[in-house]
T-cell receptor
Framework: DSGVTQTPKHLITATGQRVTLRCSPR?????VYWYQQSLDQGLQFLIQ???????AKGNILERFSAQQFPDLHSELNLSSLELGDSALYFC???????????FGPGTRLTVL | EDQVTQSPEALRLQEGESSSLNCSYTVSGLRGLFWYRQDPGKGPEFLFTLYSAGEEKEKERLKATLTKKESFLHITAPKPEDSATYLC????????????FGAGTRLFVKA
């Protein structure tokens, strides 16, 4: 158990809908990272937050947005969902130095 | 653009048959190179961080090494429980902690 929690574990929705994925980092970690993992794309970095502020951005689609709240939990919002958004979404957290990321169990999103 | 390429895509070994996995990278100023292990349907699990060429780290049957262009993960006398996907990742010294992962090497160890 990495200490990172993600909810929900599974999510099934339809094209065009909007969903919110939630992540709670390990106690004491200020950084949160979001990744998308699909079979043909591997693990893709989406975005990093540090203590509530956006610090790094990957190839995150404009339909996707994230935020980190004062209690350090983070949410990833996915809107206007397409079939291609079906994937595993992982959250990770790290200490301020960022050398070691602890990954959550992931949320499996299926868009029908 | 930062890039990570891992080879081979898949590797099948007999128990006890040592081998190496390769990770080639290009990054504008290496902040760190990371190795993770991932089991099917689970989140990656951290193994090592390497910071500069010549550095080596070991953990049980695994040893990671780093040069200016690539890293190797050496697996000595593997066991079936070492079967997993091994991921390599890099962080450059710009853009926060943006982490670029390779596609991974799927390792199968047969008893």
């Amino acid at each position: 158990d990495s200490g990172v929690t993600q909810t929900p574990k599974h999510l099934i929705t339809a094209t065009g809908q909007r969903v919110t994925l939630r992540c709670s980092p390990r106690s004491g970690d200020l950084s949160v990272y979001w990744y998308q993992q699909s079979l043909d794309q591997g693990l893709q970095f989406l975005i990093q937050y540090y203590n509530g502020e956006e610090r790094a951005k990957g190839n995150i689609l404009e339909r996707f947005s994230a935020q980190q709240f004062p209690d350090l939990h983070s949410e990833l919002n996915l809107s206007s969902l397409e079939l291609g958004d079906s994937a595993l979404y992982f959250c990770a957290s790290s200490d301020p130095v960022g050398n070691e990321q602890f990954f959550g169990p992931g949320t499996r999103l299926t868009v029908l | 653009e930062d890039q990570v390429t891992q080879s081979p895509e898949a590797l099948r070994l007999q128990e006890g048959e040592s081998s190496s996995l390769n990770c080639s990278y290009t990054v504008s100023g290496l902040r760190g190179l990371f190795w993770y292990r991932q089991d099917p349907g689970k989140g990656p699990e951290f193994l090592f961080t390497l910071y500069s060429a010549g550095e080596e780290k070991e953990k049980e049957r695994l040893k990671a090494t780093l040069t200016k262009k690539e890293s190797f993960l050496h697996i000595t006398a593997p066991k079936p429980e070492d079967s997993a996907t091994y991921l390599c990742a890099v962080q450059g010294d710009t853009g926060g902690f943006k982490t670029i992962f390779g596609a991974g090497t799927r390792l199968f160890v047969k008893a």
